[in-house]
């Protein structure tokens, strides 16, 4: 049974507690980067499939890279990037208190001012704190960067609530 694609699969590393060092695989197929929270009681992964092999800028084609969801008890992953066609990916999980729950992640959409035509690489953010459904939720673009360097990376400080964004060579440090 050959594939196409490498089977990419993501583990957790226990960090703290009892068990330091204990390897657990998180059983999704072609899985590249992910973010995991505790959501109704049940523990959500919001993961990227697939890993573009290119860093090409507006990359529209079928490894484009999109956000999933997957949550205990649902019989299968969701895509929660919506029907846009370009890349969205690096999804982190940010909390700035009770009710203020969010996915950051970095997509190379519009505002939706310029249609669907994917633009620079930007951070976007999606509330977690709604019950409307997990398929082409509301997002809010937290950046407008340009000079045509978008933004590559994104880091997220659970202590002090603060994103260190990476464009280019250049750190930037949001408050």
């Given at each position: 049974n050959e594939i196409g694609m490498e089977d990419m699969r993501l583990y957790?590393?226990?960090?703290?507690?009892?068990?330091?060092?204990?390897?657990?695989?998180?059983?999704?197929?072609?899985?590249?980067?992910?973010a995991q929270v505790v959501q109704d009681d049940n523990m959500c992964t919001y993961f990227v499939?697939?890993?573009?092999?290119?860093?090409t800028i507006r990359y529209v084609g079928g490894?484009?890279?999109?956000?999933w969801v997957y949550c205990e008890g649902d019989d299968k992953s969701?895509?929660?990037?919506?029907?846009?066609?370009?890349?969205?990916?690096?999804?982190?999980?940010?909390?700035f208190g009770q009710n203020e729950n969010y996915l950051l992640?970095?997509?190379?959409r519009s505002d939706g001012s310029n249609g669907p035509t994917p633009v620079i690489t930007n951070l976007f953010a999606m509330s977690l704190d709604d019950k409307l459904s997990k398929v082409d939720k509301p997002f809010a673009k937290l950046t407008n960067v340009c000079d045509g360097i978008g933004v590559a990376?994104?880091?997220?400080?659970?202590?002090?609530?603060?994103?260190?964004?990476?464009?280019?060579?250049?750190?930037?440090?949001l408050k």
């Open positions: 957790k590393v226990k960090i703290s507690g009892e068990n330091i060092g204990a390897v657990t695989p998180i059983e999704l197929a072609q899985a590249t980067d992910a499939r697939y890993k573009q092999s290119s860093n490894t484009s890279e999109n956000i969701t895509k929660i990037s919506g029907s846009y066609n370009g890349t969205s990916r690096a999804p982190r999980f940010a909390s992640f970095l997509s190379d990376d994104l880091a997220f400080d659970d202590i002090q609530g603060n994103v260190v964004l990476r464009v280019g060579a250049d750190l930037f440090f």
